[in-house]
């Protein structure tokens, strides 16, 4: 693709970014509709003057990342309702010289979950308490869920329970339960956690659909397991996607080549 006068930035920003594969999934997707658009990674410490910056350059859009999903808040002009009570945003469009928030993690995990299950009306164990559970249950509870929260610590599943106004159990107590779908929203199964599991191998036959958004190793142990017990899986590659093709779509207007993303997203997976 040729840069010229004419190219439409985008970016990420966050801290540290040297490690996101966003800039190879949408310069993949813009190349392939052939849009003369562009994806940068931006390492910003200096929130207020990154999105000074943003509305100065004339950048169209990017995506927010760790540590400044909160921290964008107070100077968007606009936030999606949804976002609004996440508390948290991963997109923004800039468009008139305004910074428009958005959250599309739960976008992409519903769109994820929905392939293998009807939501409305299901119950979902949500495991997990952290920004993405957060962002997932409100995702969930948008699409006519009901939702369980069960996390290690359980203060903070506790009060993410009360957030979503639904039930919590103590871990320990999860693998007793019955649900159409758990979905694993933790760390567990990942790098140094990559052997271990959220819930013992026995208590899988309790959920028919079971998800990981852990998508490093793509096959983590506990998708392995219910594999093998026959439950319908869904990886963290497709919430990841789906997160990205929804970012894709608030910018361009256009349907997100997904095939092409998917593939750029298989070819760069890190390694575990
Ligand atoms: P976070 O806010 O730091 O939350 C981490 C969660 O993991 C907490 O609930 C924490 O429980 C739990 N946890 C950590 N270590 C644990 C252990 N040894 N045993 C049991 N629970 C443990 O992180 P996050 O941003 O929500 O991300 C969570 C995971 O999602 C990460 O693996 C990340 O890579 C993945 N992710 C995937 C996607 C995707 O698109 N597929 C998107 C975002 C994130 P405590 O509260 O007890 O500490």
Known sequence: ???????????????????????????????ALGLNKAYVAFPVTDVAAALAGLKALGIRGVSVTIPHKQAVLPYLDTIDPVAAKIGAVNTLVVRDNALHGYNTDWLGANRALSEAMELKGSHVLLIGAGGSAKAIGFGLLEAGAKITVTNRTSDKAAALAAALGCAWVPLAEAAALRADALINATAVGMGPLAHEMVLPAVALANFPVVMDIVYAPLETRLLAAARATGCTVVDGLAMLLYQGAAQFELWTGMTAPLEVMRQTLLAHLPRP
Do not use: R, W
């Open 1 to 31: 693709m040729t840069i010229d006068a004419k190219t439409e930035l985008y970016g990420i920003i966050g801290n540290p970014v040297a490690h996101s594969l966003s800039p190879l999934m949408h310069n993949a997707a813009f190349a």
